[in-house]
């Protein structure tokens, strides 16, 4: 079975700070993939960064980074210089085959 | 294009009625989710199409739940004999099937349901 923990309800950061949203994951699969995704309030969710686990290299989107460790099944995401605008829900997601499997959230405040 | 779409938005329905969602995808994507979210939890995978053809559906979607996709355009989601534990979101995504994770879903606004 596939699951996905994600440890961190809620987090809180200032503006132009940097803050660290924790997910660990557990899968039997060889070939999976990696996801972060954002659901800000009442608006629909989107693609934040992807990772492939064959990749060693960690994924870099702009502000967004992650520091993936395959043997310890960890996926952290880090966000730099946190903008108003990053307020969300923050889902960590594992795909294996055609199912993805996400974490409960964690609904990250920056504060001004 | 303006995305993925979903109606209605919300529905209030009885115990023991039928409810029917529908999503449309964005044009020529050629894959469709639906998942489900209740309050405090990520969205769970229900189903998945490729095309028109529903390929992948998880032990979550029992008989009373039904999804189609006919013509692999549209797609719509039948609850029968709702229960109050079918109250959640529902999500509807959709991907341009690109290999492996190189796949990027996009999400609709979901559907309410509550289920009094």
């Known amino acids: 079975a596939q699951t996905v923990t994600q440890s961190q309800p809620e987090m809180s950061v200032q503006e132009a700070e940097t803050v660290t949203l924790s997910c660990t994951y557990d899968?039997?699969?060889?070939?999976?993939?990696l996801f972060w995704y954002k659901q800000p309030p009442s608006r629909q969710m989107i693609l934040v960064i992807r990772?492939?686990?064959?990749?060693?290299q960690n994924a870099t989107e702009n502000r967004f980074s992650v520091n993936f460790q395959k043997a310890a099944k960890s996926f952290s995401l880090k966000i730099s210089d946190s903008q108003l605008g990053d307020t969300a829900m923050y889902f960590c997601?594992?795909?294996?085959?055609?199912?993805?499997?996400f974490g409960t959230g964690t609904s990250l405040t920056v504060i001004p | 294009d303006t995305g993925v779409s979903q109606n209605p938005r919300h529905k209030i329905t009885k115990r023991g009625q039928n409810v029917t969602f529908r999503c449309d995808p964005i044009?020529?994507?050629?894959?469709l989710y639906w998942y489900r979210q209740t309050l405090g939890q990520g969205p769970e995978f229900l189903t998945y199409?490729?095309?028109?053809?529903?390929?992948?559906k998880s032990r979550l979607l029992s008989d009373r739940f039904s999804a189609e996709r006919p013509k692999g355009s549209f797609s719509t989601l039948e609850i029968q004999r709702t229960e109050q534990g079918d109250s959640a979101m529902y999500l509807c995504?959709?991907?341009?099937?690109?290999?492996?994770?190189?796949?990027?879903?996009?999400f609709g606004p979901g559907t309410r349901l509550l289920v009094l």
């Open positions: 995504a959709s991907s341009d099937g690109l290999a492996g994770g190189q796949e990027t879903q996009y």
């Open positions: 899968t039997s699969e060889n070939n999976y993939y």
């Open positions: 990772q492939e686990a064959y990749k060693q």
């Open positions: 997601a594992l795909r294996t085959g055609n199912q993805f499997y």
């Open positions: 044009s020529e994507h050629n894959r």
């Open positions: 199409f490729q095309n028109e053809a529903q390929l992948e």
